[in-house]
Structure formats: C-alpha cells, structure tokens
C-alpha cells in the first residue's frame, strides 16, 4: 500500500505547531519522540523530521513527498516544488533594520552600504526589484548583532514581535516580505499519493477553517430576531428556536475572527443577551 511523506521540522519554531495541525487532521502519530522517522496508526504517512533549511531540497528531489517550511525557506530555497496551502502559523516578516540613530529617509539610504542576511536571494531581488545597489553580507546567524560590530550598516531578517531588533538598539524600516508556515509537495506525485494530499488538504482546511470561526449563541427577545440575523451571516443562514419563557429565541451561528469583536458589539446594541462563544473543531464546508 502506498504512503506519504512528510518532512516536518525535528526542532524548533515550526515543529509543535506542525504536529498539532496533523493531531488535529485526526491522524495519530507513534512514536512521539521525535526520532529520525515516526509513522501514524490511522493514516498512510510517514514523518520525517529534518533541519528546516533541508525540508525543500528532500521535497524537490521527491525524498519527502510533503513538507511543512515558513514560505521565507520556500523562496530563498529557490527548489522546484509547489505550495499547496499557507497554515496561518508562524507567522513573521522579513524586515530591513538599521541602527536607531540613523535618520533613516527612505530605501536609499542602502544605496552602496553593507546589510547583512541570512537570506541574500530574497533580500537581492528585492533591492534589483528597486533598483539599489548594495552590497550583501551572508552571514548564517546572529544577524541582529552585524551593525553594533561594525560588519554592516543594515541587516535583513526575521521580525516578529520586534523585540529583537529593539534589544540590539535597532529599528526596523521596510518589510521585504510577510511569511508564514506553509505545505509544500514535491512536483510529480503518484496518483495514489496525490489522493491522500487531496484528504490531508480536506481536512486541513477543515481545522483551519474551524480555528478562525468561532460559533456564536444568544438570545433575544423576537421582535429583535430580524435585525440580529441581518448582523450574523452563518453558513447558510442563522439557526432561530424558541426559547421555554414566552417571546424569546435562541440564535446560533458562525462567526469569522476578523469581524468577530464588531459583529459582538453591534448584536448587544441590537438587543442580543446572554451571548455565548465557542470554539470551532473542524468545520466543512
Ligand atoms: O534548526 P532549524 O534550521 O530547523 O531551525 P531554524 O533555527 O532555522 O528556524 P526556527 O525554528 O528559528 O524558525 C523556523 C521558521 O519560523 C522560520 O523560518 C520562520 O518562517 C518562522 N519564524 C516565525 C521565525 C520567527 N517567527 C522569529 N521570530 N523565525 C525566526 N525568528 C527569529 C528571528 O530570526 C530573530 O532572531 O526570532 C528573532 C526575532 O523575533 P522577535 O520576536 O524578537 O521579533
Ligand atoms: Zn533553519
């Protein structure tokens, strides 16, 4: 019988987020120790758990069928593979920083200056994109600490909650790109392999979709019924049933994250009482 692949991340930033998402797909994972490989008890897959960086290359040269890697590994990676789905974690950006004090006016300033990286193809295409010339330094960590020592005037890197670059007395001044995690699949899967992508890509999409709604239950006097469902959108429409006291419904529905807080405040101003907020396992559409 045929199984699949996947490369996730053995330790770091991207490796318990990763077997949560397929913990939630359902699938049991043995071997939770994290050795080299670790299969599942109730899905064809076998896990292999490599250095990010490595993740691509095994994906391209169809070692791995699957990959988990933040979309900055995809493209500074350069391999022939293909995204089939960002996952809404890890998310980050590429940044270019520069030491606080500079008055810093726009991306000129790099014109003929040193910016130091662990990612000198993103950050090249982006200063061809705009047409400065710098010059790079490649260095492979601790990029942050390249102004204070003198090897650069500016560095590019990873940013999340910024508190990096404040410690080290930066600030940063462009976003290069935005990443998160995301699937990638080697190019030319069998068709046994491409169906069991297509059940993982159903049910991942099915957590992801759970994790950014939330379902949403209140109550309201009837005459308010009509205005509150105007408020809430739902899969279909808003499910409405009686409530024992005499004059009152109970109404449930789904909510999007994004527009959760505003969609609250405009059903308590319609006369929404008794609201209550659930978190969604899986939701199929
Ligand atoms: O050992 P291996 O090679 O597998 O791991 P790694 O050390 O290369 O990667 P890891 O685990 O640090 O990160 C994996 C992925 O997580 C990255 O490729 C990004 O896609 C994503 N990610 C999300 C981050 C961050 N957030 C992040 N904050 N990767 C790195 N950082 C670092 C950044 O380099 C900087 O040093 O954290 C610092 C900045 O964080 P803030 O919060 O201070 O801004
Ligand atoms: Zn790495």
């Known amino acids: 019988m045929s199984y699949i692949k996947v490369a996730i991340q053995k330790s770091g930033r991207l490796s318990e987020d990763s077997l949560k998402l397929f913990k939630e797909c359902g699938i049991k994972i043995n071997n939770g120790a994290k050795k080299l490989k670790a299969t ?3 899905f064809p897959v076998e896990f292999l758990f490599l250095r990010d960086d ?3 290359g095994y994906v391209e040269d169809g070692i791995a069928d699957l990959g988990i890697i933040g979309q900055n590994v995809l493209i500074e990676s350069g391999k022939n593979i293909r995204e089939v ?3 809404g974690f890890s998310r980050c950006r590429l940044s270019l920083a520069v030491s606080r004090e500079v008055d810093y006016t726009g991306l000129s300033f790099f014109n003929n200056k040193s910016i130091a990286t662990s990612y000198p193809v993103i950050l090249q295409k982006y200063l061809d994109d705009h047409g400065i010339i710098a010059e790079i330094h490649e260095i492979s960590g601790s990029v942050e600490i390249a102004p204070g020592i ?6 590019c890197d990873i940013v999340s909650s910024g ?3 404040l410690s080290n007395g930066l600030k940063e001044v462009e976003h290069v790109i935005k990443s998160e995690a995301t699937l990638v699949t080697h190019l030319e899967l069998s068709a046994e392999k491409q169906a069991l992508l297509d059940q ?7 957590v992801l979709e759970g994790r950014s709604n939330k379902y949403v239950l209140l109550n309201a006097p009837n005459e308010k019924i009509n205005e509150i469902v105007e408020i809430l959108p739902g899969m279909r429409s808003p499910t409405v049933l009686p409530l024992a006291s005499e004059g009152w419904s109970s109404i449930h ?3 999007n994250e994004d ?3 505003d969609r609250i405040e405009k059903l308590r101003e319609a006369g929404a009482e008794g609201i209550l907020v659930v978190p969604i396992e899986k939701m199929i559409r």
């Open 54 to 56: 490595d993740i691509p």
């Open 259 to 261: 527009e959760f807080w």
């Open 40 to 42: 599942a008890s109730n």
């Open 253 to 255: 529905s789904v909510i």
């Open 150 to 155: 003198g090897l650069a005037d500016g560095i």
């Open 200 to 206: 993982l890509t159903f049910r991942i999409e099915s």
């Open 163 to 165: 508190s990096t670059l």
């Open 85 to 87: 789905m960002p996952l």
